[in-house]
């Protein structure tokens, strides 16, 4: 298929909240198939389809490094249906070229979703495990939610954006993860 266009952070349609798949057509599996192309031309982990400019709820995973085979996995209208425990995870995006910051994460996630059939999955990722953590941050982008976000030290990430000219931290859109917080300190 096609090698697509990454937007960067600070583009609006990257904080929209995207649309639900209402059928696997051919117009989904073709948009499934531009998403792992674009990801592993830029030998991504993970990247969902507001990034290439469509707003509906689709994503891809892969998270095998190496010589093990590739992966790929297929996520449409994903929930996440249990969250526990939490993690430190230190993130990238393939929207925010090069920069990589701490963000707070849960570290067991049940999700439900669609595969490129549409047949129904359920997945369980454990122990903040990389699968884990890029299914709640691929999950994220779906919601207009990005990983600066969930940062732990907002002037360390701000640092980071302006190191690599990206636009400022919004303080707006931290999120209140006190909960996620007091655990991950308890642990360090
Ligand atoms: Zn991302």
Same mark, same amino acid.
């Given at each position: ?12 349609? +990257? ?11 051919? =117009? ?22 507001p990034q ?27 929930k ?23 963000? =707070? ?21 454990k ?45 707006? +859109?931290?999120l209140?993860?006190k ?10």
């Amino acid at each position: 298929m096609a090698i697509r266009k990454i937007l960067h952070y600070g583009e609006p349609s +990257l904080r929209e909240v995207s649309k639900e798949v209402h059928k696997v057509s051919r =117009k989904i599996t073709d948009l499934v198939q531009d998403l792992l192309d674009t990801m592993y031309s830029q030998n991504g982990v993970g990247l969902a389809a507001p990034q290439i400019g469509e707003n509906v709820r689709v994503f891809v995973i892969d998270v095998s490094t190496g010589n093990e085979p590739l992966n790929p996995m297929v996520f449409i209208n994903p929930k996440i249906i249990k969250k526990s425990g939490a993690v430190k995870s230190n993130e990238g995006c393939l929207s925010f070229p090069e920069a990589y910051t701490d963000v =707070k994460r849960y570290k067991n996630i049940m999700v439900k979703a669609l595969n490129e059939h549409g047949k129904s999955f359920i997945l369980e990722a454990k122990d903040g495990t990389l699968l884990s953590r890029a299914i709640q941050h691929e999950n994220d982008h779906l919601d207009g939610i990005l990983f600066i976000d969930h940062c732990i030290n907002r002037f360390e990430t701000e640092n980071v954006l302006q190191k690599y000219n990206l636009p400022h931290l919004d303080p707006d +859109l931290l999120l209140d993860e006190k909960e996620l917080e007091d655990e991950i300190s308890k642990n360090d």
